[in-house]
């Protein structure tokens, strides 16, 4: 399975301190740059998502987001406004290479990167803890199957 964005928003949610708009170029387009490596990009608010950008501002509470993410009202789903323009680098992330989710269809683990768990789920913690303790140094197409098969056997179901 190919990778799917959840639209969490967590990635998001700290981009504010990688991107900065530069100008404001008119009819909702911008100048933004990334404050990293001083490239800037030119944005649009995509004409479908123009209401949503003026009429819903960021939370409070947050670090420091996008300045072009928003939220659904329940904060549960986010949305890039500018996702056709976006930069290369939002084009490019994948917050996960393994995810696993529960019954319901919640996140309580992803592997990132080659070997780096992200397990979100207390109730796994112990059980992962001992079994990670047994992983080999084995090719990471094999490390691959172990924890696959570690999470399908306490119930989860797990994309890659």
Not at 109 to 122: G, I, K, Q
Request: proline share 4%.
């Amino acid at each position: 399975m190919s990778y799917f964005c959840q639209q969490c928003g967590e990635c998001c949610s700290v981009m504010g301190q990688v991107f900065s708009i530069v100008e404001e170029l008119g009819e909702l387009r911008y100048l933004f740059r990334n404050e990293y490596t001083g490239d800037t990009i030119q944005v649009g608010v995509a004409p479908n998502m123009r209401d949503f950008f003026l009429s819903n501002s960021i939370p409070p509470g947050s670090l420091n987001p996008c300045p072009f993410v928003r939220w659904d009202k329940d904060r549960k789903m986010a949305f890039c406004t500018v996702h056709q323009t976006r930069p290369d680098i939002c084009r490019e992330y994948q917050c996960w290479r393994i995810l696993v989710v529960d019954t319901q269809g919640r996140r309580v683990a992803r592997v990132m990167d080659d070997r780096h768990v992200c397990l979100e789920e207390e109730s796994l913690r112990h059980a992962w803890e001992a079994f990670r303790d047994t992983l080999d140094s084995s090719s990471r197409e094999e490390w691959d199957e172990k924890v696959i098969r570690f999470f399908r056997e306490h119930g989860c179901t797990v994309m890659v």
